[in-house]
């Protein structure tokens, strides 16, 4: 988490309302910078790096909304999170303040811990955002080297042994009726402190791979071993090198070695064996770039790796703070996830959608957090406005979720869950192919959900019911609400989602 001390501009044109802000706020350990107008807020954004505003409405010559416009649409500050203050009607203001580009609004009167509260969670997000960012820099400074590496890790999610036979695919050229390819392709890549080897070669017109059951047999402590590019063509000469180990090893296997070209190191080998044609010292270099490349591969591999458990601990940070608006806590947003996936695979979606969908989806009402606690549980029938307010949760969502890539899908998710496949849904009206893939799997395994689950206003349901109204339609649920192919997919794993409400529910 960064640790840098937050600093908060307060704008106002009321000394009072100042006065309490800087009050509670440094109390709570920020630095806080005020301003009276907002032309000097401007100014101060420009001058000063502010982490978070906040920001009155009603202000003469400019007024707060002007303000935060002029703030969004200025790169430099754009990204400056902004709490906006109103005692205007609640409704009606709060529309024209998400219009403007605020991201969190809190209305006159305020008591000072709601102030401290709602800033508190403001500024962890933005702690979890700028981690992202940083992880991602990391990331992308790290893209530029190796194309050939980063091809293999975007051509599928990220496999190590999938990279590896990226490279190796390499050596072999046009295969095994090329004529100047190696008949194996020997790999050798340490393992939890153990080296492993995998024997390529080709069958049947296709590359194939296989784990050897041993080490070939030298040892690679070997100072003249370690960082070595070598060649060598004919029995005697093998026999007088250091690869004298491997002819014994491969002997073993009934295979006898003419010709060889490798890089040994400890932290990645290469070796081709039996060229149809004169091993040279350019096959042994070609060798040692493979092998830089794979010992590439394995970093970029373990960052990602490090990168996605680190992703997956901010989306569960997130989960955690959306569940204490929800009545049935985390069942509900782990058996979405379940849910979701199980649609995804029987649409033949990639893995790494899979695996997306299933973990981001747990954030589909993450917006939650910004609707009253009077409205999400009001024991009565929502009024319009009440019910326009529940509407904003989608876009509250998308607002938390921000702009970074990673969170691409649950950004979707969180915004168009609540789309109708004819157009009928929130907040945009979408229509058909214009909702996200993974917003037509989370609208319908959400009402599925919700209709399993019991409300103020009705009993829960069984899952045959359930279905039935999905599937066939009421008089407030329809077919047409739902994609025609997700339909499907739900309808033939209906009996797969009642295990999973079953499971989770005990």
Not at 93 to 113: E, S, V, W
Not at 469 to 485: Q, V
Request: charged share 25%; net charge negative.
């Amino acid at each position: 988490m960064l640790t840098a001390k937050r600093r908060i501009l307060c704008v106002d044109d009321q000394p009072v309302n100042l006065a309490l802000f800087r009050e509670i706020l440094i109390y709570e350990g920020y630095d806080v910078v005020i301003a009276e107008d907002g032309k000097t807020a401007l100014n101060l954004l420009h001058a000063q790096k502010i982490d978070l505003v906040i920001l009155d409405v009603l202000m003469p010559q400019m007024n707060g909304l002007e303000v935060c416009r002029q703030i969004r649409g200025d790169e430099d500050i754009a990204g400056i999170p902004i709490i906006m203050v109103s005692g205007l009607a609640a409704y009606q203001d709060r529309q024209r303040g998400l219009g403007a580009g605020a991201d969190d609004f809190i209305m006159k009167p305020f008591h000072l811990t709601e102030i401290a509260s709602r800033v508190k969670t403001m500024l962890r997000l933005l702690d979890l955002q700028e981690e992202l960012c940083v992880a991602d820099a990391t990331m992308a400074a790290m893209a530029s080297f190796g194309h050939e590496v980063i091809h293999a890790v975007e051509s599928c999610h990220p496999d190590l042994l999938s990279g590896f036979d990226r490279l190796v695919s390499k050596v072999f050229g046009q295969g095994e009726e090329s004529g100047v390819s190696p008949e194996i392709v020997l790999t050798g890549v340490l393992d939890k402190g153990r080296r492993k080897w995998l024997y390529y070669y080709f069958s049947d017109g296709a590359l194939k791979r296989t784990l050897l059951a041993t080490d070939v047999g030298w040892s690679l402590d070997l100072p003249e071993v370690e960082g070595k590019s070598l060649f060598c063509t004919g029995e005697e000469e093998i026999r007088q090198s250091l690869f004298s180990p491997l002819i014994e090893e491969l002997g073993g296997m009934n295979i006898a070695v003419t010709t060889v070209a490798g890089y040994i190191s400890r932290a990645f080998s290469v070796i081709a064996v039996n060229y149809r044609r004169t091993a040279t010292k350019y096959d042994a270099r070609v060798m040692q770039s493979l092998a830089s490349q794979g010992i590439l591969l394995q970093a970029v591999l373990q960052r990602l790796t490090d990168s996605d458990d680190a992703l997956e601990h901010i989306v569960r940070t997130l989960v955690k703070v959306s569940e204490a608006g929800d009545e049935d806590g985390d069942a509900h947003i782990v058996r979405i996830g379940d849910y979701a996936s199980l649609l995804a695979q029987d649409l033949k979606m990639h893995e790494g959608f899979i695996k997306a969908i299933r973990f981001q989806s747990q954030l589909h009402d993450i917006g939650n957090v910004y609707i009253p606690a009077a409205i999400l549980r009001k024991p009565a029938v929502l009024t319009d406005a009440e019910f326009g307010e529940i509407k904003n949760h989608t876009l509250y969502g998308a607002q938390i979720l921000g702009q970074y890539k990673g969170f691409q899908i649950g950004r979707n998710i969180a915004l168009t869950h609540h789309e109708r496949w004819d157009g009928s849904g929130y907040p945009y009206c979408l229509k058909e192919e214009r909702i996200p893939i993974e917003g037509r799997i989370l609208n319908i395994v959400d009402q599925y959900d919700s209709l399993r689950r019991q409300k103020i206003y009705r009993p829960a349901f069984d899952h045959d019911t359930s279905c039935r109204i999905i599937i066939e339609g009421d008089n407030r649920t329809l077919p047409c609400h739902f994609d025609p192919r997700v339909l499907t997919a739900f309808r033939t794993a209906a009996p797969r989602l009642q295990e999973i409400y079953e499971r989770y529910s005990l």
